[in-house]
């Protein structure tokens, strides 16, 4: 009889409670303790590259930093690479860095192109007439994704995982000018 019982308890309705809260990083390496949830979301956006700097150099010879990657739980969002240098030796057309790309993201339900930190601007050197810019740095990439406690690949209430995220890519050499440095890579996680 009291096993009959038992048997109808629905199992949710032994989970201890709810409390919603979020968490949220700037660039690192963490460990989250997963807690009670019904609904989860991730939203990590990825460092931006480097600008490119200004130099003597052969244009695009060197380029700003690729900024971090940032993940969890499966997801991941791509860090921007760096912008060319301008090459300050030539005349003409074209003389300025070309622009890093935009990271890109997967795993999400919204997985975004260019959609995380910002990319770094390039050097600049004005000599006279002409001007000389480096690249911009591309921009990071931006994952969401939210998760349904008990569906498969969810995180488990009380797993510990690991949340990272990524920093700016420094920015580009140049002996003219270099270029900035692209923006920090954050995260947040938010239950409820």
Partial sequence: MLLAFLSRIRVGALRPPVVPGSASWGPGTYSFVVPEYNTLTAALNAGGGGGGGVSEAALNTYRGGTGGTSSFNGIAAGGGTGGGNACASRT???????????????????????????????????????????????????????????????????????????????G???EWAGGAAGGNGSGSISWN
Avoid at 101 to 127: E, K, L, Q, R, V
Avoid at 160 to 167: E, K, N
Wanted: hydrophobic share 20%.
């Fill in 172 to 174: 580009g050499y140049g």
């Fill in 92 to 170: 003409g057309t074209a003389p300025n860095g070309g622009a890093g790309s935009h990271g890109g993201a997967s795993g999400g339900d919204s997985n975004i192109t260019g959609g995380g930190a910002p990319g770094g601007g390039g050097g600049g050197y004005n000599p006279g007439a002409m001007q000389y810019t480096g690249g911009p740095g591309g921009y990071g990439g931006r994952v969401v994704k939210t998760w349904t406690y008990g569906q498969p690949g969810a995180p488990i209430p009380g797993q510990t995982l690991t949340v990272v995220i990524g920093g700016a890519g420094g």
